[in-house]
Nanobody, 116 residues
């Protein structure tokens, strides 16, 4: 089992920045962020393997940066140049890889609201 605790959401004006944090109770293979906008499905924002390899949604490339502190089992999402369309509930995701399968875990979600 992996428990995830998120922090850092809030209200910001367009063009502003926010940083999200996600602390995991143990080391995991992948840590990432998804978001769910009103009326839409949950979508990947960014993810990072334990070796530092990162993946981003096209819509956030060049604006968002994911990082991890493996010593603290914590992932961060630095969000710059925020746009109103970034408004969503952001969920931390962690994947624990075992010998036979991958296990997904989710944080409680944190609201990010970008005003125009």
């Amino acid at each position: 089992q992996v428990q995830l605790v998120e922090s850092g959401g809030g209200l910001v004006q367009a063009g502003g920045s926010l940083r999200l944090s996600c602390a995991a109770s143990r080391s995991t293979f992948i840590m990432g962020w998804y978001r769910q906008r009103p009326g839409a499905q949950r979508e990947l924002v960014a993810s990072m393997l334990i070796d530092g390899a990162a993946d981003y949604a096209d819509s956030v490339k060049g604006r968002f940066t994911i990082s991890r502190d493996n010593g603290k089992n914590t992932a961060y999402l630095q969000m710059n140049s925020l746009r109103p369309e970034d408004t969503a509930v952001y969920y931390c995701n962690a994947v624990l890889r075992t010998l036979n399968s991958d296990h997904n875990y989710w944080g409680q979600g944190t609201q990010v609201t970008v005003s125009s």
